[in-house]
């Protein structure tokens, strides 16, 4: 599938990262929106030979413990002997190229190499962040000497949650990132998200003032999406009935390709994504009415009623977006958890994750 569009975020996030880093950069949108094939698009397009890249995908990993994080972002290096990390990154050039050799033989990105003697007895014994976080600034400046600059870039950043170090890891990571671009300007620090509300409950908005910088991915506007469709060969007289179902939402758009390149009529799979879409909904609220949800919220654990649940839906029946003022955090939270709203912090706003959620809702019956 060809890129399609993203231009002025394209342009606006290169000359970002070409400056030096300053901010911690928030990459966030609603689910599905392109944030992964955005950002991937951006890092490939990054000179190799001024910068050195590490992107980490969360996807797809189980993160349960500390340990479990270190083997994503290390690469261990079982040639380097001993402990001296000196002398292991003297030759940074050296680092460098057998880390560019295993990654293209293993098809996998850049992790953080470290010597073997470094990684058992300093990380994985004492099980202290600041001991890693340390040694990769230290690598990271060398980087920086050697005439590249480091991009850090940590994708799905919420599956992060709940990991405990001496404290929340999440937090240390938050300082770490902010030490690298504040402070020290030595690297870039990307994260992404499609959980703003999370980002927001670690760092606290306060804390993220002057620090970090949102960058949203949002679905396509009414203009793009036509001109999207266009290029996916949609017919012409369908356009109006696809946004009418599924916006500028790039994955569903997708999805529907798929079908009608498949042969499949048009009208009737998007009636069948829109069915699927109202049974997801009433499983989820079936769910809730059997085992009331729960949520934590500031170290307080909240129980749901339906009721609550369904007395915020309602409120997307005649209107598009809420101020989150107006909202209940515990029940938003639990929402936002199931893929259902969408949280935006920079306006405040909550609407729902996708037209066709929105759809799903106005269309479903919600007794009070
Ligand atoms: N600009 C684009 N042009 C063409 N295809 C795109 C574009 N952006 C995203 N896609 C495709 O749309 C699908 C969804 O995109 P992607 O996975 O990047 O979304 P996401 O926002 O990261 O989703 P999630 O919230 O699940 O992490 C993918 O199959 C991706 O390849
Ligand atoms: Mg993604």
Redesign the pocket.
């Known amino acids: 599938?060809?890129?399609?569009?993203?231009e002025k975020e394209l342009v606006y996030m290169q000359r970002i990262l070409s400056q030096e880093p300053r901010n911690i950069i928030f990459i966030y949108?609603p689910?599905?929106?392109?944030?992964?094939?955005?950002i991937t698009r951006v890092l490939d397009q990054m000179e190799s030979r001024k910068y050195a890249v590490f992107y980490f995908n969360l996807?797809g990993y189980q993160i349960s413990r500390y340990d479990d994080i270190l083997d994503i972002f290390f690469e261990i290096d079982d040639e380097a002997e001993g402990h001296d990390i000196k002398s292991y990154l003297s030759n940074i050039t050296d680092v460098m190229a057998k880390l560019a050799e295993n990654a293209l033989f293993y098809a996998t990105g850049l992790k953080i190499p470290v010597p073997k003697a470094v990684f058992d007895s300093i990380f994985k014994e004492k099980e202290k962040p600041r001991d890693a976080f340390n040694y990769i600034e230290v690598f990271f400046k060398k980087l920086v000497e050697s005439g590249l600059r480091p991009i850090i870039a940590i994708d799905?950043l919420q599956r992060m949650k709940g990991i405990k170090t001496n404290g929340e890891f999440i937090d240390d990571l938050f300082n770490f990132f902010v030490r690298l671009t504040k402070e020290t300007h030595l690297s870039h620090a990307v994260a992404i998200s499609?959980d703003c509300l999370f980002i927001e409950h670690v760092y606290g908005v306060s804390r993220l003032e002057g620090r970090a910088r949102y960058f949203k991915?949002d679905d396509f506007d009414r203009h793009t999406a036509f001109r999207f469709y266009r290029f996916l060969g949609f017919p012409e007289d369908k356009f109006e009935l696809i946004w009418d179902y599924l916006g500028g939402k790039?994955?569903d758009i997708?999805a529907l390709e798929q079908d009608f390149k498949a042969g499949f009529d048009i009208e009737e799979q998007l009636r069948i994504m829109l069915r699927d879409e109202q049974n997801r909904l009433k499983k989820v609220l079936k769910v809730a009415k059997v085992v009331p949800p729960a949520v934590v919220i500031r170290g307080e654990k909240k129980e749901l009623s339906l009721r609550d649940i369904q007395a915020l839906l309602v409120r997307f029946k005649e209107r598009d977006e809420v101020d989150v003022d107006d909202v209940d955090e515990a029940t938003l939270r639990f929402l936002v958890s199931e893929n259902i709203l969408f949280f935006d912090p920079l306006p405040g706003i909550v609407r729902p994750q996708s037209r066709l959620v929105h759809k799903a809702i106005k269309t479903l019956e919600l007794r009070l």
């Open positions: 599938m060809e890129f399609f569009d993203r949108g689910i599905n929106s392109g944030k992964t094939a955005f996807r799905e499609s991915i790039i994955g997708l």
